[in-house]
């Protein structure tokens, strides 16, 4: 039997997973990224392929360009790390690679989170990518599309604290047997 306890703990922490835009200007520590990089190294793929590299960046030029390329990752400018997810692009393996991405994406930020460090998602889109693979010598046939951007979160600057945000309720996204049906 579970353990009531730890597990009311456990659920606790997934939901309050918030993304981060504003962080201090302190580096997160490398026990920090090194125990973030095994979560990743242990996420599940489709048929384990591991379709991903990533690219690791703390310089803060290369983050303001990263920031600044097309898409929807600016968080990234005052971030201390951002790390670039490098997929397979594999393009008979698009669908299982999208969700393999998505799964990488939230483990790293949980791994994050569990050491209070804060983290958003961005992405890249068009152009973006393309300036984000010659930024990085990303090879060609690798796609580039989703980074995460990490540190400690700046409280003093406008970062809002955890909140519980709206939500719609249960009844208005469950659907039981059938769509439609409550």
């Known amino acids: 039997m579970a353990d009531v306890e730890r597990t009311g703990e456990r659920i606790a922490?997934?939901?309050r997973l918030r993304a981060v835009r504003q962080?201090?200007?302190e580096p997160v520590p490398p026990?920090?990224?090194?125990?973030?990089?095994?979560?990743?190294?242990?996420?599940?793929s489709a048929k384990n392929r591991q379709p991903w590299e990533l690219v690791l960046v703390r310089r803060r030029e290369t983050l303001r360009a990263l920031a600044a390329a097309e898409g929807s990752a600016g968080h990234l400018a005052g971030a201390p790390l951002g790390i670039v997810l490098v997929m397979a692009g594999d393009p008979s393996q698009n669908?299982?690679?999208?969700?393999?991405?998505?799964?990488l994406s939230e483990r790293i930020m949980l791994a994050a989170a569990a050491h209070g460090v804060?983290?958003?998602v961005g992405w890249f889109r068009g152009p973006g990518r393309d300036t984000v693979k010659q930024l990085l010598r990303v090879p060609p046939q690798r796609l580039v599309r989703t980074v995460i951007s990490l540190g400690y979160p700046d409280t003093e600057?406008?970062?809002?604290?955890?909140?519980?945000?709206a939500r719609k309720p249960l009844s208005e996204m469950v659907h039981q047997?059938?769509?439609g049906a409550t």
């Open 157 to 165: 600057t406008g970062a809002r604290p955890a909140r519980t945000p």
């Open 95 to 103: 669908e299982q690679e999208t969700f393999d991405e998505g799964r």
């Open 13 to 15: 922490f997934l939901r």
């Open 23 to 25: 962080f201090r200007a």
């Open 177 to 179: 047997e059938g769509y």
């Open 31 to 44: 026990s920090v990224i090194d125990d973030v990089l095994r979560v990743a190294r242990w996420s599940g």
């Open 118 to 120: 804060g983290s958003c």
